[in-house]
């Protein structure tokens, strides 16, 4: 089993910046796939960014060039640096691991709580 645990959500001024966080903790696993998705009031649950294990990275078009995704295999945890933020960028967003368990080798996929993120002035 293995739990997430979001931060650094808020509300920001229209150009603004934020950094997600999200740690990974649990017993017997190995992370491969980490990400961001985001869900606006009214609007079904969109990806972000992605991030494998080899730190090969993926964008939603309407990030590109705006958020960056990062991670750091030796505390688990996942980041997603979010600068020039937008009114459309408010929702909440959510961390998303893909696993693998180190006993039985069969993968699974893991959601955080959520973070609210607010970009209005």
């Known amino acids: 089993q293995v739990q997430l645990v979001e931060s650094g959500g808020g509300l920001v001024q229209p150009g603004g910046s934020l950094r997600l966080s999200c740690a990974a903790s649990g017993s017997h696993f190995s992370l491969v796939t980490m990400g961001w998705y985001r869900q606006a009031p009214g609007k079904e649950r969109e990806l972000v960014a992605t991030?494998?294990?080899?730190?090969?990275?993926n964008y939603a078009d309407s990030v590109t060039g705006r958020f960056t995704i990062s991670r750091d295999n030796a505390k688990n945890t996942v980041y997603l640096q979010m600068n020039t933020l937008k009114p459309e960028d408010t929702a909440v967003y959510y961390c998303?691991?893909?696993?693998?368990?180190?006993?039985?080798?069969?993968?699974?996929?893991?959601w955080g709580p959520g973070t609210q993120v607010t970009v209005s002035s």
């Open positions: 991030i494998t294990s080899g730190l090969t990275t």
């Open positions: 998303y691991a893909n696993a693998r368990s180190t006993l039985s080798f069969r993968t699974y996929q893991y």
